[in-house]
């Protein structure tokens, strides 16, 4: 069975509250030579989830800004996916697990009051 767009995750259930913790590597595009450019393909981020109850990696594109958010910071992920990626071997498949997500954001990120300016006379 192949799942072209993934497993799409029910976040709250899956993952519960998230906190930020830190940047865990930044993935690189390989040039036609087989070595490594400077240009970044994503970032994974290593986030404490409390419905897993351990620290889950999450990667987002590079064309995403880097995340550098306050440790413990509440967070959530925009339209997270999960898939795997299989490796052949000679008994049978070893399965690796990863998630993926459009971004990164704050939880209840409150908009900044701008400060009105003041009126004299009044």
Known sequence: MRLAEGIVIDKDKTFGALKF?????????N??????????RERTYDL???????????????AIPL??????AEVELINP??????????????VDWYIKAEDIALK??????????QTKGK
């Open 67 to 72: 995340k550098d958010y306050d440790y413990n």
């Open 81 to 94: 996916v999960a898939d795997t990626v299989a490796t052949a071997t000679f008994l049978g498949a070893d």
């Open 21 to 29: 913790s830190a940047l865990r590597r930044e993935v690189r595009v």
């Open 108 to 117: 209840n990120k409150q908009a900044v009051p701008h400060p009105q300016p």
């Open 48 to 62: 404490k989830s409390r419905g897993q109850g351990q620290m889950i990696q999450v990667s987002i594109p590079a």
């Open 31 to 40: 040039n036609e030579d087989g070595t490594v450019s400077d240009e970044i």
